[in-house]
Structures are given as structure tokens and as C-alpha cells.
């Protein structure tokens, strides 16, 4: 079975400029998280969606972060225009259903540099 | 509001040496308690979780842990450590009401482990 997929691993941008990321849950999984990790720091969520519908946004930045997960499937979060302290990894998860007993299982996660 | 802290930011221990890493949680009800590896560029893996009943959990590669409620603790053992558990270690919280799915992480762990 795949587990949850990222793409790009990696991603060097300049500041002010856009970079988008994506997400493939592992099939069937309705719950799927994006966490922010920064160097030296454990994880913070910055959305949990159920389905299609964003049920915790409010750790996101709104003014410059948005996500969508369209079909309830994939996900993409995106940054627009991306500042320097956005550099961090970028960790997806997905999990059967919300609630702290459905384990979340993690994407290798895609690492922002921002210039 | 929930918290986790992890009171070791690196630690390093001689190969085949026993191992305790430190968790201690603030939380207002019977937490879920989870302990996660990352090994470099992966993403995070779940090594054992507590939910309720015994506070001696058994998980993957080796690990318990023990829940003690007395002492808002949750610390990870290994009797003998292997050169390819060196990583990084996050303890985490399951989150409550509105956040109710949502892994509250401290800052992690490091750990070295010596030939």
C-alpha cells in the first residue's frame, strides 16, 4: 500500500514569489493534515480537513497561506508571496477519520527554502 | 491549552547502552499520548501510542513507554539501542474538543548513538 505522498521533496524559491505543494493521502483516508515543521521544532498543524471541508484552519496564516483539497482526495497548500521565515519543512498526513485515536501517517514531507 | 515538553534536545548513548527519553504533557483530561521517529528526510513514523488501560505500552523496533498520571509523564525506553536508531524523537498530544484530532508535538529529541 503507497503511503502519503509529496511533491516536490524540495523547492528553492526567491522571496515575494509563489510555490504551491501537493498531497496524495493514502486511499480511502478521509481526515488529512498539513503541518508546518521549522528547524530544530516539532510539527504544528496548520489545517485539518474532513473530506473536502477545512474543519481547523485557524492555525493558518490567511494572509498569505491557502489550501484546498477540491475532490476530498489531494490537497494543495500554497504560499503567496513566500517571506523568508517560510523556510521549513512542510509535512502532510492523512488519517481514516478525525479523532486522536485514528493514527495519522505522514508524507516525507517537502522542504521550502526561501532566498 | 494542551503542551508537551521534552526536556532533552540531543542525547547520546554508546551502542547496545539502554535509553529513556523524556516526555512530560499538560492536559486537562486522559490524554492520548503518542510517541513518533523521524529519521532524516522521511517523514514521521508512529513508534507506540496510549489511549487507556495499561500504562506500559509496548510498540515497534523495541520501544515502550510508560504513562504515569502522577507525573504528567510519558517516557520512551529501549533496553538496548542499535546504531540505526538514531534519529530524531517527538512526543505528542492528541488534542481535545474543537481540536479533536489534532497531534500537539513538543520539540523533539535528537538522538546520536555512539560505535
Known amino acids: 500500500e503507497a503511503g502519503v505522498v509529496q511533491s516536490p521533496r524540495y523547492k528553492i524559491i526567491e522571496k515575494k514569489q509563489p510555490v504551491a505543494f501537493w498531497c496524495n493521502p493514502i486511499s480511502g483516508h478521509n481526515t488529512l493534515y498539513w503541518y508546518l515543521q521549522n528547524l530544530g521544532q516539532g510539527p504544528e498543524l496548520l489545517i485539518r480537513?474532513?473530506?473536502?471541508?477545512?474543519?481547523?484552519d485557524s492555525q493558518l496564516p490567511k494572509d498569505r497561506f491557502s489550501a484546498e483539497r477540491l475532490k476530498g482526495v489531494d490537497s494543495t497548500l500554497k504560499i503567496q508571496p513566500a517571506e523568508l521565515g517560510d523556510s521549513a519543512v512542510y509535512l502532510c498526513?492523512?488519517?481514516?477519520?478525525?479523532?486522536?485515536?485514528?493514527?495519522?501517517?505522514f508524507g516525507p514531507g517537502t522542504r521550502l527554502t526561501v532566498l | 491549552a494542551q503542551s508537551v515538553t521534552q526536556p532533552d534536545i540531543h542525547i547520546t548513548v554508546s551502542e547496545g547502552a539502554s535509553l529513556e527519553l523524556r516526555c512530560n504533557y499538560s492536559y486537562g483530561a486522559t490524554p492520548y499520548l503518542f510517541w513518533y521517529v523521524q529519521s532524516p528526510g522521511q517523514g514521521l513514523q508512529l513508534l507506540l501510542k496510549?489511549?487507556?488501560?495499561?500504562?506500559l505500552v509496548q510498540g515497534i523496533k523495541g520501544f515502550e513507554a510508560e504513562f504515569k498520571r502522577s507525573q504528567s509523564s510519558f517516557n520512551l525506553r529501549k533496553p538496548s539501542v542499535h546504531w540505526s536508531d538514531a534519529a530524531e524523537y517527538f512526543c505528542?498530544?492528541?488534542?481535545?474538543?474543537?481540536?479533536?484530532?489534532?497531534?500537539?508535538f513538543g520539540k523533539g529529541t535528537k538522538l546520536s548513538v555512539k560505535p
Open positions: 498526513a492523512s488519517s481514516l477519520g478525525q479523532g486522536a485515536s485514528n493514527e495519522q501517517f
Open positions: 496510549y489511549f487507556s488501560g495499561d500504562t
Open positions: 505528542a498530544v492528541g488534542g481535545y474538543g474543537g481540536s479533536q484530532g489534532n497531534l500537539i
Open positions: 480537513y474532513e473530506n473536502e471541508e477545512a474543519v481547523d
